[in-house]
């Protein structure tokens, strides 16, 4: 594997049109453009098409369903714990599972991880742009024994050669469910898109030993192959590699907003976060939601917004924020 890779760049005008993501009523059933939708919080509703997967992190306020929408028919299925969807030159999988049938974190996220690998390995659409990873207690355990250390390295255990091209923008988020389930979900397309870093941080495989056996296995953004979309991994209040501003939310959501515009500038996209900008942000202490929400009238007033409750990979920040910026 080449972890320090980049995903290689394509002509834009051959390729397809990155799915359109919006926040909308959970009601209903899925349109057969859908590719893909995210109910959020035990009170979601249980749909049986396996394009719908209930995240297992709590709202902030409103509960909306995010909703990933292609140009062309969706096609899906289930394979045991994975559950999959393609059209419009898009591919969504997800997996779900419990980690007492896999002896702990490590060992979910190594079979999480390869079941997507080996699957998104025999398909067309096998480069990978974006993953989300949910898992329980992700702060538990004290030094190397951390629960979030612990998945690093099972992640980077089942990821195989399908991410040798280079490692696709990410989120890694605690929920406070069943501590034992792991949700780890992906988009992929044909061709590859293009790694975003950050100049203001070191990129997450290169931080130092402090951070654990295994660094984290992410870029900072993908630019989608059509240049359409930056697709923004979860961002929070690091410099270098260090965590700033430890316990204040105010000069954290400052410093997570510069590192914000800066993926935007580094990316090529137009500054700000507005219509075409829909964004997720989690917040690990729900007496912040005030605090949040009042920053986010002021920066991301015209801006699609969902708040859940999400703890973020490190003990220190309490604020991380995704999303997806359009050219518009």
Partial sequence: MLPGSEMRERNPLSAPPSPRVGYRSPSGALSPSTLAAFGFGGAAP??????????ALEPLGDAPAEVWEVDGEVNFGREGDLRWSRGGGWLYAAVECHEDAHGGPEGAARYAYGLLSRFVATADERHVQRIWNYLGAINAGKGDDERYKHFCTGRIGGMGEIFAQGFPAATAIGHHADTGLLQVYLLSTDRPGTRVENPRQVSAWRYPRQYGRTPPSFARATLLPANDVLAISGTAAVVGHASAHAGDIDAQLAET????????????????????????VYVRRPEDEETVRDFAATHFADAPLLLVHGDVCRAELLVEIDGWRYRG
């Fill in 46 to 55: 249980a749909h049986d098409d396996p394009r719908w997967l209930r995240v």
């Fill in 257 to 280: 907003l510069r590192n914000l515009e800066t993926l935007l500038d580094t990316g090529g996209m137009p500054r700000g976060f507005g219509p075409h900008a829909p964004l997720k």
